[in-house]
């Protein structure tokens, strides 16, 4: 691999990471972590499964005075 070919694939690592940020803010905001954790997604490789591992495995806080909705 080349080093243009490189420069390449990180621009478009960090570009993807960049934009996964802000949408992961929210989701971790609304899960009732801390929003900050988003800024795992930016570490290459390990980031994202942790911050992925964070969202599934960790126990949400959910408001409990919403209505309930029966299906």
């Given at each position: ?35 900050a ?19 599934a ?15």
């Open positions: 691999m080349d080093t243009e070919t490189l420069i390449i694939w990180i621009c478009g690592y960090i570009a993807f990471s960049g934009l996964m940020v802000a949408p992961l803010w929210v989701i971790f905001r609304r899960a009732g972590h801390a929003a954790l988003s800024l795992l997604f930016l570490l290459p490789v390990a980031g994202p499964l942790i911050a992925l591992y964070l969202l495995f960790r126990p949400w806080s959910t408001p409990h005075n919403l209505p309930r909705q029966d299906a």
